[in-house]
């Protein structure tokens, strides 16, 4: 951790650097932590959908539903973006937050349409997913 610190004083824009201490804050569940790392994560590597989801997540935690928002929507916009149907998820639980409505959630839905289809079932064992229509 310390020679990650080192080297960002260095020079605070290593994305490398930013992206392990971001995830080590965020796999330690300190979000406030983890944001200014990811940011500028993110700022460095704009489109690695995988910065820009924890990102999101990290701002949802951190109660920035339109930053989040804004983050899940650029994933969303990646050319392979059908890989991260966590974007979908994360649109999701902030629509579905009444707490964490955002300023512009009415205009959301437009840019999530085409997303993967997922039919959700609950049992004992937990949750399983399964796409619609296959098996």
């Known amino acids: 951790m310390e020679s990650f610190r080192t080297a960002l004083q260095l020079d605070e824009h290593l994305w490398q650097a930013n992206v392990y ?8 569940k300190d979000y406030k932590q983890a944001e200014p790392y990811l940011l500028r994560a993110a700022s460095a590597e704009p489109r ?14 951190n109660g920035e539903a339109d930053q989040a928002l ?5 994933v969303h916009s990646l050319p392979d973006h059908t890989k991260f149907a966590i974007a979908h998820l994360i649109a999701a639980q902030i629509l579905n937050d009444s707490r964490r409505q955002p300023a512009r959630a009415g205009g959301i839905q437009p840019v999530f349409e085409g997303g993967p289809r997922l039919a959700v079932s609950t049992s004992r064992q937990g949750c399983s997913r399964k796409a619609r229509g296959r098996r």
């Open 21 to 28: 201490l971001g995830r080590f804050y965020y796999d330690n």
């Open 70 to 74: 804004a983050n899940a929507e650029k």
């Open 48 to 61: 690695n959908p995988q910065i820009l989801m924890v990102l999101a997540n990290t701002q949802v935690q």
